[in-house]
């Protein structure tokens, strides 16, 4: 019998596919993505690229024949075309249910909130009257989410009055945006829960990584959080509970607010997610090969952390012009940390690498990257 | 200005360009192979490829415009062809003059002989009477060795008696191979200093690593490595030196004996080495990385093991029939190691992949090494 290389193809080509691409090599796991550009991210350093788009169900199809499992860089993919796909014997992870939920926030507050885990309260808007209501429910102190599509920062809208609300109303009108409105919590801090799970129910958690945000999109990742031992517990069961509830197989990523003490569920990702950056450098499995892991239907590895404190920093663009990959002999320069770049340009406020450092205590590591991403774009402090 | 990544031809597609590919995909590097074949273990996975033959000068300048730096995944190349593409104002790394040392084990041990570095007795061997006086002097426990093109336990023959020297020495004439011979000393065990230096002259030096031979071929590495800390800073103090009188760039492996409590030179390898692979998982920067860094005039990042206790199993294949890719799951399921398959077939006695365990001890690393290549060939022992 002659070895063929199980075959993952991946629907999108950004920094994800890149990362898992790297993570396939060792197990011999080939990788095809599908990729809106041949200069994607992931599609610069692939060997195997089909371009086009999943909206188009013949190149989804190409895709899968391709292919031995499906599984995504992205949740912009039609829910009914990864059915059709499902039922035409292509096997999908996650599962085309578990997208479609991840996709719809209106359903994921409803579900997650009906099981009883901890949530901020929320409404779906569907009029002006309904948002202004809520509104000055909660003090004007607001999140408006459109309901599907948007990330890092996207499609989220701080609102504190009602003519901010009607601006947003207006604007999410005029798009065709599905809207919901959640009360802006107190924040002590954020964290995330990663985890992976095969399709037969094995699970492995990560420690808790508190993930600092800036402007909805986020920062900085420190490992261990500093939240109490029981809360980390707790977040943990309930991802358990939910990567069960959804029948998640792959990587599950859990958004939690820390808010005067107690603990509530933000959102989640059903793929390999920026707060599991960390896990490359800073775990024994990184949540990549964990991610090939699982949908391959292989044992999954231990998702210990390797180091006492890892901090990692995204690399967010200051405009083409200052692209760190020039200044990479400086950054390497000014400390021990590993530099990931995404092969993207840097445009402003768009993720395009990270930094990590390990080091005895989160201090330590913090200054160690701050200083490796300040000589990558020749700036000091923030 | 627009970023164009910058690009490193590889000679060569073997286990070693696959693994540099890997670590090139962070640091935004583009590799450019000159692959034997479409189907050599780095070619399966890398997007630029060029087959065809490093005898061929315009294929190896096709390379070379292709690329900013030109690097090797083995010694077999024309150094006069590397001195020519030089010539013609291509960056080449490590130089021609350190590759033709590297591929000339007689002008090796003559030169650093000279430099006075402590080695076995050796000849050089023109006759077969040269090798019968050799032999009788040191009690018939030689080892002769052709001068170039070894590799793996090809072209080293452990020789007893006048009967087999006569057959060494009529074998390597008939095949026009150059010979010398060594003393076979009385081994309390091996080890390496494995190296980077940038063409600037900064060196990092990795721990020491043991390394157990099996037949000729480096089998299992363990760090730390067994030896006084004495002897240890000696080798290093050594491999320094050397790396600095080769004029050396990227990896050099320097492989040591000890007898008797005594330090001995064995043989040395201007690139990334087997016995670095222990590096991918159990240093701050990879061998692969530390390669690359160098030959782009890039600082060199930390060599430190991340870990208490390191060990690295060459998985050997046992025959093609017996892959240890279709056992991949019982493999992951028999602990934690790191799997890394070279997409070789298994063919007896080949390199085709590795494990690595990281642990509290040698002993605790190992037995989870030899627990996940048993159950990866399904065997039990050795």
Redesign the interface.
């Known amino acids: 019998?002659t070895?063929r290389?199980p075959t993952v193809g991946i629907v999108g080509a950004g920094q994800l596919a890149?990362?898992t691409?790297?993570a396939a090599?060792?197990?011999?796991v080939r990788i095809v993505l599908l990729a809106a550009d041949v200069d994607d991210s992931a599609a610069?350093?692939?060997?195997r690229v089909i371009v086009g788009s999943p909206d188009d169900r013949e190149t989804l199809k190409d895709l899968a024949q391709r292919s031995d499992v499906i599984t995504f860089d992205h949740e912009l993919v039609n829910p009914a075309s990864l059915a059709w796909l499902e039922a035409a014997g292509h096997q999908v992870w996650p599962s085309p249910s578990t997208m479609a939920l991840a996709q719809d926030k209106r359903r994921q507050r409803r579900e997650l909130g009906d099981a009883g885990f901890p949530m901020p309260s929320y409404a779906n808007i569907d009029c002006l009257d309904a948002l202004l209501a809520f509104g000055e429910g909660y003090d004007w102190r607001v999140v408006v989410k459109a309901s599907s599509g948007g990330y890092d920062g996207r499609g989220v809208w701080m609102v504190d009055s009602p003519a901010e609300a009607e601006a947003v109303w207006r604007g999410a009108k005029s798009s065709g945006t599905v809207l919901l409105a959640e009360e802006r919590l107190p924040l002590d801090l954020e964290f995330a829960i990663l985890l992976a799970r095969t399709p037969g129910g094995e699970i492995a958690v990560y420690p808790p990584v508190e993930t600092v945000q800036r402007d909805g999109i986020c920062h900085e990742l420190r490992v261990p959080a500093r939240i109490d031992a029981d809360l980390g517990m707790e977040a943990t069961r309930i991802a358990r509970k939910i990567a069960e509830q959804i029948g998640m197989v792959g990587i599950l990523g859990i958004e939690f607010f820390v808010s005067r003490g107690e603990l509530y569920l933000n959102e989640l990702a059903p793929r390999p997610h920026n707060s599991g950056h960390w896990t490359i450098d800073g775990a024994?499995?990184s949540q990549f090969e964990q991610h090939l892991?699982a949908v391959l239907?292989?044992?999954l590895?231990?998702p210990e952390q390797?180091?006492q404190a890892i901090v990692t920093l995204n690399l967010l663009g200051r405009g083409t012009?200052d692209?760190p990959?020039?200044r990479?002999?400086e950054g390497?320069?000014a400390g021990?940390a590993?530099?990931?770049?995404?092969?993207k340009?840097a445009r402003a406020g768009r993720k395009i690498g990270h930094v990590t450092a390990?080091d005895n205590s989160i201090e330590a590591a913090s200054v160690r990257v701050w200083a490796v991403r300040n000589a990558l774009f020749d700036v000091s402090g923030l």
Chains 1, 2 share one sequence.
Request: glycine fraction near 8%; charged fraction near 20%.
């Open positions: 019998m070895w290389p890149r990362m691409i790297q090599i060792p197990l011999d610069q350093i692939a060997p024994v499995t892991r239907d292989l044992p590895g231990s390797t180091g012009a692209d990959r020039f990479l002999a390497l320069a021990d590993h530099v990931h770049f995404y092969g340009k390990i």
